[in-house]
């Protein structure tokens, strides 16, 4: 069964930086990481889960437009692991942020939540003035 275990969340002080690392374990021989389309997901406090980026194994990434320039979405397949480099936070990012990902079909167009098939558990992001 595959997992995702997010990490590198916390507090921060508007303005400032924070890089979540999200990293994959229990995957099949047949299906490695880079045949799987991953995504950041977030959920601000008393809102919805909303998409943040999804990124493909050839390294082709999409973002929601409020974070497009701020936010860098990478991955090391070697490593199983995939990365969000989160710049220049505001308020508005503080949400519990999550990492998923499903094998097979087109990146790009997957933006909701049941385009995808594995979820981690969520870290928590805390942006203070």
């Known amino acids: 069964q595959v997992q995702l275990v997010e990490s590198g969340g916390g507090s921060v002080q508007a303005g400032g930086s924070l890089r979540l690392s999200c990293t994959a374990s229990?995957?099949?021989?047949?299906?490695?990481?880079?045949?799987?389309?991953m995504g950041w997901f977030r959920q601000p406090p008393g809102q919805e889960r909303a998409w943040v980026a999804t990124?493909?194994?050839?390294?082709?990434?999409y973002y929601v437009a409020s974070v497009k320039g701020r936010f860098t979405f990478s991955r090391d397949d070697a490593k199983n692991t995939a990365y969000l480099q989160m710049n220049n936070l505001t308020l508005e990012d503080t949400a519990m942020y999550y990492c998923?990902?499903?094998?097979?079909?087109?990146?790009?167009?997957?933006?909701?939540?049941?385009?995808?098939?594995?979820w981690g558990q969520g870290i928590q992001v805390t942006v203070s003035s």
């Open positions: 998923t990902a499903v094998f097979g079909g087109f990146c790009h167009t997957r933006t909701r939540q049941d385009d995808f098939t594995y």
């Open positions: 229990g995957l099949h021989p047949d299906f490695p990481l880079t045949r799987a389309c």
């Open positions: 990124a493909s194994s050839a390294d082709s990434t």
